[in-house]
């Protein structure tokens, strides 16, 4: 069974730090790209950044460069973003996304909120 779980999500204010996790299980996670997304209330869903096969980060949204990092590791099947200095406008549920060029898969996503 094909399962994406993310973690790590929360309250944080301003300034502060989340470490967001996505476990995969279920598929080859070694060869999937994964993308971390996020949506608003009201607001479409955002790509926030990927990382490929080969560990490198692609397609970083202009508004997170340099507060936000994403790494994963492969012998855990687990993928990370570190977001750093938060804002409030980041606030948003988070997806992670594993992709290959025949599949597709979506977590349930997590919950970060940024107080000011």
């Known amino acids: 069974q094909v399962q994406l779980v993310e973690s790590g999500g929360g309250l944080v204010q301003a300034g502060g730090s989340l470490n967001l996790s996505c476990a995969a299980s279920?598929?080859?996670?070694?060869?999937?790209?994964m993308t971390w997304y996020r949506q608003a209330p009201g607001r479409e869903r955002q790509l926030v950044m990927c990382?490929?096969?080969?560990?490198?980060?692609?397609n970083i949204k202009d508004s997170v460069k340099g507060r936000f990092t994403v790494s994963r590791d492969n012998a855990k099947s687990t993928a990370y973003l570190q977001m750093n200095n938060l804002k409030p406008e980041d606030t948003a549920r988070y997806y992670c996304?594993?992709?290959?060029?025949?599949?597709?898969?979506w977590g349930q996503g997590t919950q970060v909120t940024v107080s000011s």
């Open positions: 996304n594993a992709r290959s060029y025949a599949q597709d898969y």
């Open positions: 990382i490929t096969t080969h560990g490198d980060t692609t």
């Open positions: 279920g598929f080859a996670f070694t060869w999937y790209t």
